[in-house]
């Protein structure tokens, strides 16, 4: 039995899994302060109400890891760049191996989720930022040191800041922190739900229509790259109603024509469940011998 942790700006989840199976688990708020101890002493308080005892624990974090050990950077939580397993064991006081999340995700949907008989796929999550992981062949690409898939950090011809000190990434005009952040200055809130179906709005079209043609980019320039047989979309965003319709109006236009209508979107269907059930497979990978 190994714990398992997905790590969001907006929620945490930790769960207990064996032999494919999510035993229990509990999804929280992410303390908003979202930093390292703050978001370690809340899970350690997770595992230790789920049962967990001394199992190693599989982090899912949402930035860019290094080599499995350490965290290269990490733009929607604070102060957790340059950590490395070892410190994050002592946080929460266990072994603890680092993954990516959106790695995670993917290998989980492809076990038993929408993703399930394909070899050739790209998962994306839509929530606090824009992540993803790329299989071909049935295996995860990784790269060099293991930063393969950072969709939400295509660049795009813009200049607008991005978290992770780059500039016109697509994550810079579609996550929910920037479109929350547009609600709240034009005075419509933060809940994302009513700021989607207010999207036509004079003052929210412009930033939500910049969020989907980026995304759009995106998609078209996976599908451009690697062909896949589906993207399958997760997160908090991917359920917005008719998101997925959306995007692939934006597609159109952008893609080549001989790759229309483009590749099939499917919604993740595990939610919380495939991370975890991703972690397990990557942990089985490292330790085969248990």
């Not at 080599?67 to 340059?82: A, E, K, Q, T, V």
Request: glycine residues 16%; contains cysteine.
């Amino acid at each position: 039995m190994i714990a398992a942790a997905d790590l969001g700006g907006h929620t945490l989840t930790a769960g207990l899994v064996e032999s494919g199976r999510v035993l229990r688990k509990k999804t929280v708020p992410t303390p908003p302060q979202r930093t390292p101890a703050a978001v370690c002493a809340a899970l350690a308080a997770l595992l230790a109400e789920l049962g967990a005892g001394d199992a190693p624990l599989v982090m899912g974090v949402p930035g860019m890891v290094l080599d499995g050990r350490s965290i290269g950077c990490c733009p929607n939580l604070n102060g957790w760049d340059g950590l490395t397993d070892y410190a994050l064991g002592e946080l929460t006081g266990r072994e603890t191996s680092l993954a990516n999340d959106c790695d995670c995700a993917a290998l989980g949907e492809m076990r038993g989720g929408a993703a399930r008989g394909l070899k050739d796929f790209v998962f994306c999550a839509l929530g606090t930022g824009v992540g993803g992981a790329v299989i071909v062949g049935g295996r995860l690409v990784r790269g060099r040191r293991g930063r393969t898939g950072e969709i939400g950090h295509f660049p795009l011809l813009e200049d607008r800041g991005c978290g992770c000190g780059g500039r016109g990434h697509v994550e810079s005009f579609f996550s929910a922190d920037v479109l929350e952040r547009a609600g709240e200055k034009y005075g419509y809130g933060r809940d994302m739900k009513k700021l989607w179906e207010q999207r036509e709005n004079a003052w929210l079209a412009r930033p939500f229509a910049e969020g989907l043609r980026a995304l759009a980019c995106a998609f078209t320039t996976l599908t451009h790259l690697l062909d896949p047989e589906a993207i399958v979309v997760g997160g908090g965003l991917s359920r917005l109603d008719g998101l997925l319709d959306d995007l692939r109006d934006y597609m159109q236009p952008l893609l080549s024509p001989v790759y229309r209508p483009g590749p099939e979107m499917r919604l993740a269907r595990l939610g919380e469940d495939a991370p975890l059930l991703g972690a397990e497979a990557l942990w089985a990978e490292v330790h085969p011998n248990g």
